[in-house]
C-alpha cells in the first residue's frame, strides 16, 4: 500500500478499535509502513536531485523503539503562526475520535500531505508514544525543563487530539512533574473536540487551559462558511453566547492576515486561548 492507503488503513484502526491495547501492536505496524515509504520516498526525491543533504540527514538518524527519528526533540519551536509556543503533535484525524464534522477541511491534513516530513514527524511521535513512552517522556520533559529557547507556552496539540484516557492521564503526568520542577511556569493549553470520550479534568487540575470546539449550546466553534460570510457567522455566534452570559472571541488570527498566536515578545498577537475555554475561528 502507498502512503495515503496506509493513513486511511491507520484511520478505521483507531477509529474502529474497541480495546486501544488490543490494536496497538496493528496501528505501530502500519505506522512503521507510513515512516519506511516516506524514508524511501525521501531518499529517492535527493538521490535524483544528486543531493547528498537529504541522504546524510537520514544516516545520521537516531533509532529509537525500532523506528527511524530524524531529531530527538519531540517538541517544536513555534510555526509561522505560533509564536514562542512549545508544539506537540500527533498526526491529523487518525488521532481525532470526534473529526467527523470537520477532517474535510482540517488545515492540519493539508499541512502534512503538502509537507512528507511534517506527516513523518507526527508519526514517529505517536509510534515513540505506543512503542516507548517511558523514552518519550524522558525527551519532552527535558525540553520543557531546560527551556532551552526561553519559550513560556506550551500547545498539546497543534495536530491529533486525546485520542484515548490513558494517552491523556500520560499527559497529566508530564505536565504534574514539569509543573514541580520549574519556578518560571510553562503554560500548557491545548485544544479537543474529545472531552466527551476522555475524562480531561485531571489535566484542567494541572493548570491546563482547554479551548472546547463545542461550545455550552452544543454548536461547534467555526463557522461553516469562509469571509466574508464566515466573519458574520461568527459575529452571530459570539452574539448568541453573549446573551447568555459566555465569553468568546472571535479569532483574530482567522480574521486578518499577518496576526500570529502568543506574547508580544515574541512576535505574538494574541494570548486569548492561554487562558480562556470558548473561541471562535473563521473558517479561511
Known sequence: MGVKDLLLHAHDLFAGRTNPLASREEIATT????????????????????????????????EVAGIRVKYTDRLTYGNEKLKGIMIWDLPAVTTCPSCADCKDACYAVASQLLYPMTLYARWSNLLLYLLDPAWLEKRILSQLISRSRGYT?????????????????????????????????????AYTKAEKEVDISGLEGQGVNFILSTLPDGSRNF??????????????????????????????????????????RW??????????????????
Open 267 to 284: 512576535g505574538g498577537h494574541c494570548t486569548w486561548c492561554l487562558t480562556h475555554r470558548h473561541a471562535i475561528f473563521v473558517r479561511h
Open 223 to 264: 463557522t461553516e462558511s469562509k469571509k466574508p460570510e464566515g466573519l458574520g457567522e461568527a459575529r452571530e455566534i459570539a452574539r448568541r453566547l453573549a446573551q447568555a452570559g459566555v465569553q468568546a472571541k472571535i479569532c483574530p488570527a482567522t480574521v486578518s492576515k499577518g496576526i500570529k498566536c502568543g506574547e508580544k
Open 153 to 189: 507556552s506550551l500547545r498539546i496539540h497543534a495536530s491529533g487530539d486525546f485520542f484515548d484516557q490513558e494517552y491523556a492521564d500520560w499527559w497529566e503526568g508530564i505536565v504534574r512533574y514539569m509543573k514541580r520542577q520549574t519556578t518560571d511556569q510553562i503554560r500548557p493549553y
Open 31 to 62: 505506522g512503521k509502513k507510513i515512516l519506511t515509504n516516506l524514508i524511501a520516498a525521501n531518499l529517492a526525491k535527493h538521490k535524483a536531485a544528486r543531493s547528498k543533504k537529504g541522504i546524510a540527514d537520514w544516516t545520521f538518524s537516531k
